[in-house]
């Protein structure tokens, strides 16, 4: 298991700052989408630097126009990008030869897909597959029996993660359901302390799923 | 019928100097999503003194925190904004009620939105409804039937935008369905003349549909 910190509606010092000390902590450091759209994909290179040894996802949340986006967020230096599950299936095959082409990982964002929708884009082996219940609509009841559900409706897919109000408890919950990827936004970055918070939640994810960093 | 001129793929300094020429021609000047992806909002505020007496639309294609994402577009100077239809309903009314409440126009992208979808959210009567084939997909075969089919499924929504593929030839065959908004990017910012090119759309639309500026 994988933590993905999201730094999100911040400045752009601030999200470097941010990433600065909380990259030890992260497998991937996410600039977030209010990141990219107040700053544009420059905000990636500015905080690249900053992320060490962490990966650095742009949740560039791509719906339309693949190829561009794909390409201008590996320009700027992203090693992951998003792209919804929303978009037509011809935008999800045109962003993952970009990102196959160019050494990215593309990770599909499934905020208010259907099983149907899922259904019609199993086909791409090496992308991750986001749960993420939206920002505006509260957060997921039990992230554990979600993902526990999403595997088993669909055994084909082999990279899974999960963002939208993971908090610890619902962390050492997840032993079972064991995603790929917890992606924690607000509940590290928004605390008083985000590096203890990061701390605990690294903590709980030893714990619960013997991860070793 | 107004004329909506999609500025796409540029530096900012190109969409600059595209709006100043271009804005005469226009009732909305769109700031595209490469756009603001490429150099955040603040490519807003850069065209608005350049577009002059048409509206500025930033092409934001918002999926998730749309309260934010709306009033930091509202902040930089947008009279319009995108949210993508695929949005969570909650989303969409959240950006409703920033645009209503600031004055600024709401248009919802229908790209991927399937009728049952477009259903649950017919409520928001000063938003504008836009058909969208998806630049990765290819143009819409038959624009004017795309349009005359959506006002009969949905008589209750009085807005309509369309875009996508839109040419000369398919602009003059949509008198009947006489959408209120014809978005055209490509069509005439990637011509060789697009000064001249908004000239000759201006032309058919107000031979098409008597429309006056």
Not at 49 to 74: H, S, W
């Amino acid at each position: 298991m994988k933590l993905q910190i999201a730094i999100d509606r911040v400045s752009l010092e601030q999200a470097e700052l941010l990433t600065r000390k909380l990259a030890p902590y992260a497998d991937i450091i996410e600039a977030g989408t209010s990141l990219i759209k107040d700053y544009g994909f420059q905000a990636l290179e500015r905080l690249k630097p900053a992320a060490g040894a962490a990966k650095l996802l742009g949740d560039a949340k791509t719906i339309d126009e693949g190829a561009y986006e794909f390409r201008q967020g590996y320009k700027h230096k992203a090693d992951l990008l998003t792209v919804m599950g929303a978009s037509s299936v011809a935008t999800l095959q045109t962003c993952y030869d970009v990102a196959e082409a160019s050494g990215t990982e593309m990770m599909i964002d499934l905020l208010e897909c259907r099983p149907e929708k899922v259904a019609q884009m199993v086909h791409f082996p090496n992308a991750i597959y986001c749960l993420h219940t939206s920002v505006d609509q509260g957060a997921s009841v039990d992230p554990n029996q979600e993902v526990l559900a999403f595997k088993k409706a669909f055994p084909m897919i082999q990279r899974v993660a999960i963002a939208g109000g993971i908090n610890l408890e619902t962390l050492a919950g997840m032993a079972e359901a064991n995603p790929e990827i917890v992606i924690v936004g607000s509940g590290i970055v928004k605390k008083d302390d985000p590096v203890s918070a990061a701390k605990q939640f690294r903590k709980v994810m030893q714990e619960t799923c013997k991860y070793s960093m």
